[in-house]
T-cell receptor, first 118, second 116 residues
C-alpha cells in the first residue's frame, strides 16, 4: 500500500459539532482527494488538491471544507456535522495528472475513516 | 459532467466460471479507465486500468476491454476463485472544469460473489 494514513479511523459525533479528518502521505505526491462512500452511490469526490494551498470542489462539496498547508497533509472539515454526513471517508493520492499513457495519474486510497453523526 | 453506469449491481458465479462487469460513460473526452477491487472493510485497490489509446489489456486472469465508439468498457475475470469475491468499481477520468484538473467519476459498484 502507498504511504497513506487517515486519522481518526473511526469517529462518532453529534449533530452540529465540528469534525476534522486528516489524511497524511509520505509519497510526496502532488494531488490529494477526499471521497465519501455510501451504499448505492459508489465513491463520490468531495474536494481535491492540486498543490499546497490549491484546492477545488468536487461533486458533493456542500457542507465540507478542506485545507492543505503542507504537501503531506490534507484536512477535511465538517463545520457543523449532520446525520447525512454519516459515511466512510477515503483519502486518495496521485503523483500527477499526466497524458494518456502516463502512469502518474493512478489514484491510491487510504484506509478510510468511518464517521457516524448522531 | 461525466456519468458512469455500471452493471450488474450484483453478480454470483460458480468457482471456475468467468465473470463480466460492464460500464458505460458519457463524456467522449474521457481517456483513462481504472478498475478497483474493494474487499469488505478495506480500501479500494487498483487491479487494472486501460487508457484510451488501447483496446484491450490483460493481466493474468483479468482483462479489460474498451470500445471508445460505443463509450463502454468491461472487466473480465476468468477462472474465478473465492478470493475474487469483492465489490468492483469502474471509473472514468475526465477533465474537470474547476481547475483544469482531471477527475475520476466512479460507477456504483458490482458485488461479485464466487460460490465454491
Amino acid at each position: 500500500d502507498a504511504g497513506i494514513t487517515q486519522s481518526p479511523r473511526h469517529k462518532v459525533t453529534e449533530t452540529g459539532t465540528p469534525v476534522t479528518l486528516r489524511c497524511h502521505q509520505t509519497e510526496n505526491h502532488r494531488y490529494m482527494y477526499w471521497y465519501r462512500q455510501d451504499p448505492g452511490h459508489g465513491l463520490r469526490l468531495i474536494h481535491y488538491s492540486y498543490g499546497v494551498k490549491d484546492t477545488d470542489k468536487g461533486e458533493v462539496s456542500d457542507g465540507y471544507s478542506v485545507s492543505r498547508s503542507k504537501t503531506e497533509d490534507f484536512l477535511l472539515t465538517l463545520e457543523s456535522a449532520t446525520s447525512s454526513q454519516t459515511s466512510v471517508y477515503f483519502c486518495a493520492i496521485s503523483e500527477g495528472q499526466g497524458l494518456a499513457g502516463s502512469h502518474t495519474d493512478t489514484q491510491y486510497f487510504g484506509p478510510g475513516t468511518r464517521l457516524t453523526v448522531l | 459532467g461525466e456519468n458512469v453506469e455500471q452493471h450488474p449491481s450484483t453478480l454470483s458465479v460458480q468457482e471456475g466460471d468467468s465473470a463480466v462487469i460492464k460500464c458505460t460513460y458519457s463524456d467522449s473526452a474521457s481517456n483513462y479507465f481504472p478498475w478497483y477491487k474493494q474487499e469488505l472493510g478495506k480500501r479500494p485497490q487498483l487491479i487494472i486500468d486501460i487508457r484510451s489509446n488501447v483496446g484491450e489489456k490483460k493481466d493474468q486472469r483479468i482483462a479489460v476491454t474498451l470500445n471508445k465508439t460505443a463509450k463502454h468498457f468491461s472487466l473480465h475475470i476468468t477462472e474465478t476463485q473465492p478470493e475474487d469475491s469483492a465489490v468492483y468499481f469502474c471509473a472514468a477520468r475526465t477533465l474537470y472544469s474547476g481547475a483544469g484538473s482531471y477527475q475520476l467519476t466512479f460507477g456504483k459498484g458490482t458485488k461479485l460473489s464466487v460460490i465454491p
